[in-house]
């Protein structure tokens, strides 16, 4: 009995994820099903167009329609969470898509900075509090990167790409992106040069070094023959990083 529900249940399965290759099971009438098929594809298409704004736009009716199908139809979700299905989504580009004409050769790029959007407005974690004065300065504090800021590498514009942009070649230098959420809880991103990529990176579990320690570090590594000009324009950098709510000051003396 119980071999005889569980391929029921397999069958029934397998035509709401793709009805055009399995079969209404057997004694089940199709008008009921067909319920079933609208309601399940309704609410997995919804969440992906809306997770996936830009995207969506770039694609016509059909050939999105049989993108979603073939999501859910390939696909083996590992989460049963509808705030999750942008992530399974993007999986399945990364991975699982086969490049078809009507893709664009920056969809998987797109998809990851509308997913970092998505991801950051409903992440549970909340900007730390910062322990430096807003009038001190953090070259000669610890400046850390906020648990909302993503520091993300890019070889399109992504966050110019529409209906009326869309880049054919990659960019001649790599687009690096801040997207982070403020302590308003909005999601916003910062175009940002290789420089200040470079100290975010540095800034991430950052527990003791001060601001300047990592601006002469970077001074160091672009071999630049006067570092204190470096630290000079990196404090205005810092400045308007911590404005932002992308990094947060610690006390040197804690």
Known sequence: MSTSLSDVQRAFAAHIREPNLHPVPADIEDRRMKIYRELFYKNIEGFISSAFPVLRKLYSDTDWHQMVRDFIHRHQSQTPYFLEISEEFLAYLESERKPQSCDPVFALQLARYE?????????????????V???????????????????????????????????????????????????????????????????LELCEDNSDCLGKDLLLQIAQELQHPDPSLVVTAGAEILAQLRQLDIIYGVSAAS
């Open 115 to 131: 997913w970092a959007e998505l991801a950051l407005f409903v992440a549970e974690q909340d900007m730390p509090e910062d322990a």
């Open 133 to 199: 004065a807003a009038n001190h300065s953090l070259v000669d504090h610890i400046p850390v990167l906020s648990p909302l800021a993503w520091s993300m590498v890019f070889d399109y514009p992504v966050h110019q790409i529409g209906e009326g942009f869309q880049p054919e070649q990659p960019s001649e230098q790599p687009v690096c992106l801040v997207v982070y959420r403020n302590r308003q809880d909005k999601v916003a991103f910062l175009e940002a040069n290789p420089v200040t990529a470079r100290f």
